[in-house]
């Protein structure tokens, strides 16, 4: 089956830094990419969909400053939380898909900030 | 618009039992449903899905659900309950596949010995 990695699969930043997250499709074309938002025990938030060569498309209440996201190749997204605090910290899950087909899921980056 | 509800935020069942986890749908569309598992601090791993074919859907550890239209429902079932099955459980609607994901607040699944 389709393989989506993420990375890191964990990261604890300082308090005002930014960290950048990877979510890659190993084995197909990856059109389009979600990002989402999970906080403990909850269900996940869509962040934003981001389509290939195209500027991402945010959901309502989600600061696109802040949540910076590139996808420049068909294998690769990149989510880039800006100026982080404490209360970005979450589990970050991104999913991609190929044109019509199903939506495959990364393994998550747990985003601890200090 | 569309969404699904999950009844019930934990549920308990002795390892042998039946398990039941509950998802109700809202859609204006012919929905795609999807069941997820989650395990703490990965990501999500695909049970099963429905995509207009089948109604009675199996996936995989022994899961199935059934796609019931009048009662806009897609409940996720096992007949035997394994201590491995303990985890997350989310039930996710779509118009498409591929499209935008539309997830329940999820079921916690508590297997007790």
């Known amino acids: 089956g389709a393989v989506v990695s993420q990375h890191p699969s964990w990261v604890i930043c300082k308090s005002g830094t930014s960290v950048k997250i990877e979510c890659r499709s190993l084995?197909?074309?990856?059109?389009?990419m979600f990002w989402y938002r999970q906080f403990p025990k909850q269900s996940l938030m869509l962040m934003a969909t981001?389509?290939?060569?195209?500027?991402?498309?945010?959901e309502q209440g989600v600061e696109k400053d802040k949540f910076l996201i590139n996808h420049a190749s068909l294998t690769l997204s990149t989510l880039t939380v800006t100026s982080a605090h404490p209360e970005d910290s979450s589990f970050y899950i991104c999913?991609?898909?190929?044109?019509?087909?199903?939506?495959?899921f990364g393994p998550g980056t747990r985003l601890t900030v200090l | 618009a569309q969404s699904v509800t999950q009844l019930g935020s934990h549920v308990s069942v002795s390892e042998g039992a039946l398990v039941l986890l509950r998802c109700n749908y809202s859609?204006?569309?012919?929905?795609?449903l999807f069941w997820y598992v989650q395990y703490p601090n990965q990501g999500l791993q695909l049970l099963l899905k429905?995509?207009?074919?089948?109604?009675l859907v199996k996936g995989i550890n022994g899961f199935e659900a059934e796609f019931k239209k009048s009662e806009t429902s897609f409940h996720l079932t096992k007949p035997s309950a394994h201590m491995s099955d303990a985890a997350e459980y989310f039930c996710?609607?779509?118009?498409?596949?591929?499209?935008?994901?539309?997830f329940g607040t999820g079921t916690s699944l508590t297997v007790i010995p």
């Open positions: 996710a609607v779509s118009d498409v596949p591929g499209n935008q994901f539309y």
């Open positions: 084995d197909f074309q990856a059109t389009t």
């Open positions: 429905y995509t207009s074919a089948a109604t």
């Open positions: 981001s389509n290939e060569g195209s500027k991402a498309t945010y």
């Open positions: 859609s204006s569309v012919p929905p795609y």
């Open positions: 999913s991609a898909k190929e044109l019509y087909n199903e939506q495959f």
